[in-house]
C-alpha cells in the first residue's frame, strides 16, 4: 500500500516561539515572540496590504506520537527518519493537494522532538498565507504522509485485510494500526479533522469495508481523533 493518510494536531503554536518576518519592514517587526503577533496585528495588516512582506517563518508542533482515539501510530523506529522528509515539501491549506493556490509556503527544518513530537518551522510565502496569519487564522495543523505499509497490533499482519479493527479489544490488547515505510508529503492548516467528525479513523474504515466486511456497531461512530 502506498496512499496518503492525514491526520490532525490540535495543539496551537508554541506562542514562546519566534516570528520571522522578511522584506521591508522595521526592525522591531522582524523578530518577535509569536505571543506579541496581537500587540503587532495592525502594523503587520497594513504592511501586508502595501506588499512590504515577502515572507513569515513561524514554528508549529504538528505531531505527537501519543495514545489517540483513533488508535493510529507511526512505528516508533522510523520517527527519526520521518520527521525530517518533511522538509522542503508544501505548506498547503486544508490538504487541497491538486490546487497551486491552496499552497501557502513550505515547510523549512522538521525535526523529532523529546522523542515524539514534530516541529517544524513553517515558511509562509503567498499573501493569503502571510495574511491568515497575522489574522490568527494558521493554528491548527493536519500532517499528509505516504506509507507503505499499515500492520495490525494484534497479529502483525496487513491491517486493511486482516480480521481485526482498530480501537476493538482482543483479549486484553487493543488493536491499533502502526503504520510503517512512511514519508512525509505535506503539513496544512485546518480548522476541523481533515475528514469532518471522523479524523483518521473513518479515512481508513472507508478503506477497508471492501475486504473487511462490515464494520462493527462499536466503530459505526468513530471518535474524533
Known amino acids: 500500500m502506498a ?26 517587526l522582524s523578530s518577535f515572540p509569536h505571543k506579541d503577533l496581537t500587540k503587532h496585528r495592525a502594523e503587520l495588516r497594513r504592511l501586508a496590504n502595501a506588499g512590504a512582506i515577502s515572507e513569515i517563518a513561524f514554528q508549529a508542533d504538528v505531531y505527537h506520537q501519543v495514545p489517540n482515539a483513533n488508535h493510529f501510530v507511526i512505528d516508533s523506529g522510523e520517527l527519526n527518519s520521518f520527521a525530517p522528509s518533511f522538509k522542503g515539501q508544501p505548506f498547503l491549506q486544508d490538504h487541497d493537494q491538486g490546487a497551486i493556490r491552496s ?11 523529546n522523542d515524539k513530537t514534530i516541529n517544524q518551522t513553517i515558511n509562509l ?9 497575522i489574522d490568527g487564522k ?70 477497508v469495508t471492501m475486504t473487511k466486511g462490515t464494520v462493527p456497531s462499536a466503530l459505526d461512530t468513530p471518535p474524533d481523533n
Open 3 to 28: 496512499k496518503t493518510w492525514y491526520l490532525d494536531s490540535r495543539k496551537v503554536v508554541n506562542s514562546a516561539a519566534t516570528v520571522r518576518v522578511s522584506g521591508q519592514v522595521p526592525s522591531h
Open 125 to 133: 510565502t503567498s499573501e493569503e498565507g502571510i495574511k491568515a496569519f
Open 138 to 207: 494558521i493554528d491548527r495543523f493536519s500532517i499528509g504522509w505516504s506509507s507503505t505499509e499499515a500492520k495490525c497490533s494484534v497479529c502483525g499482519q496487513d491491517a486493511l485485510s486482516c480480521e481485526h479493527w482498530p480501537g476493538m479489544k482482543y483479549g486484553k490488547q487493543v488493536c491499533n494500526v502502526i503504520f510503517r515505510g512512511v514519508r512525509g508529503v505535506e503539513t496544512s492548516a485546518v480548522n476541523r479533522p481533515a475528514v469532518p467528525g471522523t479524523g483518521l479513523l473513518q479515512q481508513f474504515l472507508s478503506e
Open 103 to 113: 499552497r501557502m509556503g513550505t515547510i523549512g527544518r522538521s525535526v523529532l522532538m
